[in-house]
């Protein structure tokens, strides 16, 4: 499956030997299976990895974790929480902006593309990467768990002072591959409309991850949104 696999370099240096295993066999055929059969897989092929493509190993600073792509039609772009221009902001996503806006006084930004974060280094990670559409965690216990686990025990690895941003008690199980002593854990509540209340509001996530990053002698995050 490796020469099949395009991905950033410096991810895919570190996940050569995770691409040969049979777990992610099985999970490529079951794509191309899928697929065959006429389903709507998101997001596209060519986005399935976006978020390594835009934030290089080497370069990560924040990991934002969410949970499966967006299971409607043009939303995932390969970035959790993240769609592209023009497409309507979903929920989860409207709650994050406004606990940005109350977090860091910006105004609500009017699309969702989140791309410029993934420039200045946050890793914008789903735990699975593909969802049929209209399905969501339609594609949950196939693999992709055990890949995104593997993600994050390299960087827990090779990196240190990352900020690990853990919304809702599925990232959050995440923890255990995290040391807390070389990195900072943000967790709360996650952001849906179902669970925002319990906790997502007013817990600055934002304001901490750059208070970590300046503690450390990191350039902030501009977690502003043209």
């Known amino acids: 499956m490796t020469r099949e ?3 950033e370099h410096s991810w895919k240096s570190k996940l ?3 691409f040969s295993k049979e777990y992610m066999r099985d999970l490529s055929k079951f794509l191309k299976d899928e697929k065959a059969k006429r389903k709507s897989i998101y997001p596209p092929s060519k986005f399935m990895f976006r978020a390594f493509d835009l934030t290089k190993f080497e370069d990560v600073k924040v990991v934002i974790l969410g949970q499966d792509p967006y299971h409607g039609y043009g939303q995932a772009n390969g970035l959790s929480f993240s769609v592209g221009h023009g497409v309507k902001i979903p929920p989860s996503l409207q709650n994050i902006y406004k606990e940005l806006s109350n977090d860091m006084g910006f105004n609500i930004p009017k699309h969702g593309n989140l791309e410029k974060w993934s420039y200045q280094g946050v890793l914008l990670l789903n735990s699975i990467l593909s969802v049929e559409q209209n399905k969501p965690n339609s594609h949950a216990n196939l693999g992709w768990e055990v890949f995104t686990d593997t993600i994050l025990k390299k960087l827990n690895e090779y ?5 690990y941003i853990f919304w809702g008690k599925k990232a959050q199980d995440k923890c255990e591959y995290i040391d807390i002593r070389d990195n900072l854990v943000i967790k709360s509540a996650h952001p849906s409309p179902y669970s925002a209340n319990n906790g997502f509001f007013n817990s600055k996530p934002f304001s901490k ?3 970590y990053l300046i503690e450390h ?3 902030i995050i501009d977690w502003s949104i043209d």
């Open 217 to 219: 002698d990191k350039e």
């Open 16 to 18: 050569t030997e995770e």
């Open 5 to 7: 696999v395009k991905i």
């Open 209 to 211: 991850t750059n208070d």
């Open 159 to 163: 990196r240190k002072h990352i900020v």
